[in-house]
């Protein structure tokens, strides 16, 4: 009879007598696909009726606020890996800015995260948290679904994130907080500054999330290599300046707690010149690098450059 290899613990993720990370289904979501057809067709509308400049500098502008303070920063770094600390004030900003993104709240965030590193540091790990269904499938999956465990782990946020009130209060609202900015844009400039601004920002920045995670787990560089893991990271070099140094998910395997993750020489990581300029005006400190905690076990360097 076989016998399930004992599944590894994380932070946040412990594992039940009962609990089975192979076994489990993909499940359509319905709010989760239809915010995302929503704003996807809203955006794709706003380039069509207003094809306008200010509008086009609107979504660049709001998407590298979100994406690099927001998302990379505020909930990747910081909340999610405590790579660096900050006041509190400047951390709810922070990650209520990485909510304007439009993927989840900061539970919702910290989960989907924390769920997919668990099942990829075991021994096996399903196509659907290792991005291993193909290129369709998995856009699909990751896009509009969710992945159910028959038995699940038990998953635990840490009291002084899952207390906070603050944070309650986002979680619970999080698709509304496009509200304010979206009745801010809508005042300075109409229905063009809204759709470019909410809706397209929100489409490409979930798409391109799911591009980044789905080739980032499937090829390219490597500089460091887990022992034993069906999943590894990959670089994508090229790409710092639009995904704010979250291309370097290669480093980001071999050293999660590092805020960081540019780590070799020409790797721009415009997230860690952020929380460095942070650092020099007194809002960042305690920032981890590589060597700032043991390395994982079975990590290896690796000549796949």
Not at 108 to 115: Q, T, V
Not at 157 to 176: C, G, H, N
Not at 231 to 240: H, I, M, R, T
Request: charged share 15%.
């Amino acid at each position: 009879m076989y016998k399930m290899p004992k599944l590894i613990d994380t932070d946040r993720v412990f594992a039940k007598p009962n609990t089975d990370n192979l076994t489990g289904h993909v499940r359509w979501s319905p709010a989760k696909s239809i915010w995302t057809i929503l704003h996807t067709i809203a955006g794709l509308t706003g380039i069509f009726l207003f094809p306008q400049w200010d509008a086009l500098a609107v979504f660049i502008i709001l998407t590298a606020i979100t994406i690099c303070a927001g998302h990379s920063v505020g909930m990747h770094r910081l909340l999610i890996h405590r790579s660096f600390k900050t006041p509190l004030w400047m951390e709810h900003l922070l990650v209520w800015l990485g909510t304007l993104v439009g993927m989840a709240g900061p539970f919702g965030m910290i989960r989907a995260h924390d769920m997919r590193d668990w099942h990829q540091r075991q021994i096996k790990c399903p196509p659907h948290p290792s991005h291993d269904a193909g290129f369709w499938k998995d856009a699909y999956w990751q896009i509009h679904c969710e992945y159910l465990l028959t038995h699940p782990p038990r998953f635990e946020i840490e009291p002084k994130v899952a207390k906070d009130r603050f944070y309650r209060f986002v979680e619970a609202t999080w698709m509304a907080q496009q509200l304010p900015l979206a009745i801010i844009l809508w005042l300075i400039g109409g229905w063009a500054f809204v759709l470019w601004g909410i809706s397209l920002r929100i489409a490409l920045s979930l798409t391109g999330h799911w591009m980044i995670g789905h080739f980032a787990h499937r090829r390219g560089q490597q500089g460091w290599y887990i022992k034993n893991l069906p999943v590894q990271g990959y670089n994508l070099p090229g790409l710092g300046l639009v995904t704010f140094g979250e291309n370097w998910h290669g480093n980001h395997h071999a050293f999660p707690h590092s805020a960081k993750l540019g780590v070799e020489k020409g790797q721009f990581d415009p997230g860690y010149i952020l929380i460095r300029a942070m650092g020099l005006v007194g809002l960042a400190s305690d920032i981890k690098y590589p060597g700032s905690e043991p390395m994982r076990d079975g990590l290896q360097r690796t000549e796949t450059f």
